[in-house]
């Protein structure tokens, strides 16, 4: 049994090196402009400052009016620990909602929200008209071949292209192997 | 097949209910769990429909199960030794094909779960081939579950040796393989950035192997040695011992890692925390689990043993039924705790 545990430590060890090791899950300590507060004229850019980097891709920011109303502008971006987003000249007044989705630094998807108050009305227009969730459509249409570009160059390099043809190939194996042996098993039991 | 194992005519039912119990209490638990921490709508964010969000959590914790079940399994020849092969045979002949049997599941919920964690972090499209390989390239989580499910497959083939080759196999080499495959679960969860980190993850780890071998080795006792009286009285003295050990370990580091958790997140104030909020309230709920757990195990340790110990008849079985089915409660509480939302 001892032995068995020192098999197990060194195991433990190894894999700390193999495996990156899960790093923390992201919190927003900030955001400009600061949740609840009170404008005059609506900010022309959104920045949410999160305790630790965000990841790259996936980060999502949008900002919806008193009345359903889109108003964020371009593609969310991230810089390190702040994501951003643009925002069209803001409308009537009222309180804007500001709702993120990142892939916090665990990979897990952190969502949320904060908000502000624009209290003179701007003379801007929507980006988009309510509701917003259609936007899901286009842009994922618009990732979609990034993104198959991206996996075929993986799959050309190795990387995680060739780990699923090779468990492919050997759950077909060890597949047809446990038929045979489970099969045989039961012959010999009932025989 | 020599007529060792006394089948008793509610053999069947007491089989059947046990493991129900198991996964059903973990399935619901989870299910509850899940619902408290469910995603509040946010305006103009498309969050995963109810097949993911509620889809991945059960997946999950059908997975901790199937690889519990293997660490039961794996531990089984160890427990029961190997001086009297006449009688443990029999029963090493039926958990050998099971372990093979739940290595499999293990491996392709694995894989399955890749695809949900996929799913989940771009909501509202199907995860084509694409999005996962990006998925596993960019995310620590995913090759942590590609891992385990490799794990899961060499032992799926390790296993098929063991049915055709007997104890030959070595039952050490089982055992670090499964243990193996439960490694990178704890990373694919909660971490937090500081000094503490690597702390914190190799206590996670030991909880998680004590669990796994606790759970996994009371319900492989249950299921299939309990009935002969013989065979219980050799392995409970030993499997007690280990139950022992795993109960303060996994006690221990469950509650310093949730603590310490809390602790070095931003923004988190103890103790108010542990009632409001989504992670105080869960890592609440699984403390009370072990907390149940205590009196059962003890009434079994030191109520029961002696006698076991002397060949009598026992309600042992009724006893570890109702600690498996708060232990099932508890995985299913952990997985809802592993994606809490802590602030």
């Known amino acids: 049994m001892r032995r068995l545990l020192t098999v197990l430590l060194l195991a433990c060890a190894v894999l700390f090196g193999a495996v990156a090791p899960a790093q923390a899950h992201n919190i927003l300590i900030g955001s400009d ?123 050309q390099n190795g990387g995680a292209g060739m780990a699923v043809l090779w468990i492919v190939g050997s759950i077909l194996l060890l597949g047809c192997a446990t038929v045979v042996a489970l099969r045989r098993t039961k012959e010999r039991e009932s025989a | 097949m020599t007529v060792t194992v006394e089948r008793a005519p509610q053999a069947d039912t007491v089989r059947r209910l046990l493991a129900g119990g198991f996964v059903s209490a973990a399935v619901l638990a989870v299910l509850v769990a899940s619902a408290f921490t469910a995603q509040e709508a946010v305006p103009g964010i498309a969050i995963p429909g109810p097949l993911v969000e509620y889809g991945l959590p059960v997946l999950r914790v059908l ?188 006690g221990l580091s469950g509650v310093v890692n949730g603590l310490a958790t809390m602790l070095l997140t931003p923004g988190v104030e103890l103790p108010g925390a542990l009632l409001t909020g989504e992670y105080g309230p869960l890592l609440v709920a699984k403390a009370a689990c072990v907390a149940l757990l205590v009196p059962l195990a003890a009434h079994i340790r030191f109520r029961l043993l002696s006698r076991i110990a002397e060949r009598q008849a026992t309600t042992v079985i009724a006893w570890a039924t109702a600690e498996i089915t708060v232990m099932g409660v508890a995985y299913g509480v952990a997985v809802a705790l592993t994606t809490a939302s802590l602030s």
């Open chain 2, 63 to 250: 997975l901790d199960l199937a690889a519990v079940a293997v660490v039961g399994l794996s531990l089984l020849p160890k427990l029961l030794g190997f001086d009297d092969p006449e009688r443990t045979e029999p029963v090493m002949r039926r958990a050998r094909p099971m372990a093979v049997a739940f290595a499999w599941a293990w491996a392709v919920l694995a894989l399955v779960v890749i695809v949900f964690q996929t799913a989940e972090l771009n909501p509202g499209l199907i995860p084509t081939p694409g999005m996962i390989v990006e998925y596993v390239n960019s995310v620590g989580a995913g090759q942590g579950m590609l891992f385990s499910a490799a794990c899961a497959l060499s032992y799926a083939g390790i296993g098929l040796l063991a049915v055709r080759f007997g104890e030959k196999v070595p039952a050490e080499l089982r055992i670090v393989i499964a243990f193996f495959g439960l490694l990178p679960i704890p990373v694919t969860g909660h971490a937090v950035s500081s000094v503490w980190h690597d702390p914190i993850m190799i206590s996670m780890e030991l909880h998680v192997m004590g669990a796994a071998a606790w759970t996994g080795g009371l319900v492989v006792i249950t299921l299939l040695v309990a009935r002969d009286r013989e065979l219980l009285a050799r392995v409970l003295p030993g499997f007690s011992k280990m139950a022992t050990l795993a109960l303060i370990v996994v």
């Open chain 1, 33 to 155: 402009p600061k949740d609840g507060a009170q404008l005059a004229t609506g900010p022309d850019k959104i920045t949410l400052t999160f305790d630790q980097p965000v990841r790259q891709g996936f980060a999502q920011i949008s900002v919806t009016g008193p009345d359903g109303t889109r108003w964020e502008n371009g593609k969310t971006t991230v810089d390190n620990h702040k994501v951003s987003v643009g925002v069209n000249p803001l409308g009537p007044a009222g309180e804007y909602i500001v709702g993120y989705r990142i892939l916090s630094s665990d990979g897990h998807p952190v969502a949320s929200k904060t908000a502000f108050t624009l209290t003179t009305p701007g003379t801007g227009t929507a980006s988009q008209p309510a509701p917003g969730l259609s936007s899901a459509g286009p842009q994922a249409q618009a990732q979609a071949p990034g993104l198959g570009a991206q996996a075929a160059e993986a799959a």
